[in-house]
């Protein structure tokens, strides 16, 4: 069936870099865009930005220009979120979750979601 | 950028009662691009309306969808036990493309 997986906790210290995957399944991986949401612990929700994993293209919310990246493996079907310089803020639960151009752009599968805790 | 504002905050209802959330926008949103998502503790969203009306797939009719411009309104006609969870707003506005989530409505058990 159409999914996302990602991969499993991470525990980092501030200033730290940490690299969140996303595999997919049961669809074209190029055909959807992944978008990145993140949830804080009993807060909201937080678009983080997109990737095309066809062209490689990118777009990030400003709140995190320049400490986030998103890459692809499309020999694996595979989206990557990088985040850096990593503060006690960032602990919060990632999501990807694929972007569906017959339902408007609305985010139609979602992956389990990767607790990131950042802590000294 | 588009603040979109979600109320009540919470709201306390029975099952079988009828339950109406709200989501205004700062300004005025394509009805196109305006989704609503349900979230239980510990899961990931579940996408239930999109384009403003429009359930997504497996979504029960008992979940509908209204609005226009700035203001939208997500009708849940009568609460099933599985129905009490946090309910978010999001808009996508194109250029450039930015998604926007609201702070979400949670329906408890009265």
């Known amino acids: 069936q159409v999914q996302l997986v990602q991969s499993g906790a991470e525990v980092k210290k501030p200033g730290a870099s940490v690299k969140v995957s996303c595999k997919a399944s049961?669809?074209?991986?190029?055909?959807?865009?992944i978008n990145w949401v993140r949830q804080a612990t009993g807060q909201g929700l937080e678009w983080m930005g997109w990737?095309?994993?066809?062209?490689?293209?990118?777009g990030y919310a400003q709140k995190f220009q320049g400490r986030v990246t998103m890459t692809r493996n499309t020999s694996i079907s595979t989206a990557y979120m990088e985040l850096s310089s990593l503060r006690s803020e960032d602990t919060a639960v990632y999501y990807c979750?694929?972007?569906?151009?017959?339902?408007?752009?609305?985010?139609?599968?979602w992956g389990q979601g990767t607790m990131v805790t950042v802590s000294s | 950028e588009i603040v979109l504002t979600q109320s009540p905050g919470t709201l306390s209802l029975s099952p079988g009662e009828r339950a109406t959330l709200s989501c205004r926008a700062s300004?005025?949103?394509?009805?196109?691009?305006l989704a609503w998502y349900q979230q239980k503790p510990g899961q990931a969203p579940r996408l239930l309306i999109y384009?403003?009306?429009s359930r997504a797939t497996g979504i029960p009719d008992r979940f509908s969808g209204s609005g226009s411009g700035t203001d939208f309104t997500l009708t849940i006609s009568r609460l099933e036990p599985e129905d009490f969870a946090v309910y978010y707003c999001?808009?996508?506005?194109?250029?450039?493309?930015?998604?926007?989530f609201g702070p979400g409505t949670k329906v408890d058990i009265k």
């Open positions: 979750a694929r972007r569906q151009w017959l339902a408007h752009d609305a985010f139609d599968i």
């Open positions: 049961g669809y074209t991986f190029t055909s959807y865009d």
């Open positions: 990737m095309n994993p066809n062209s490689g293209n990118t």
């Open positions: 300004q005025s949103v394509s009805s196109s691009y």
């Open positions: 384009g403003a009306s």
């Open positions: 999001q808009q996508y506005g194109s250029s450039p493309p930015v998604f926007t």
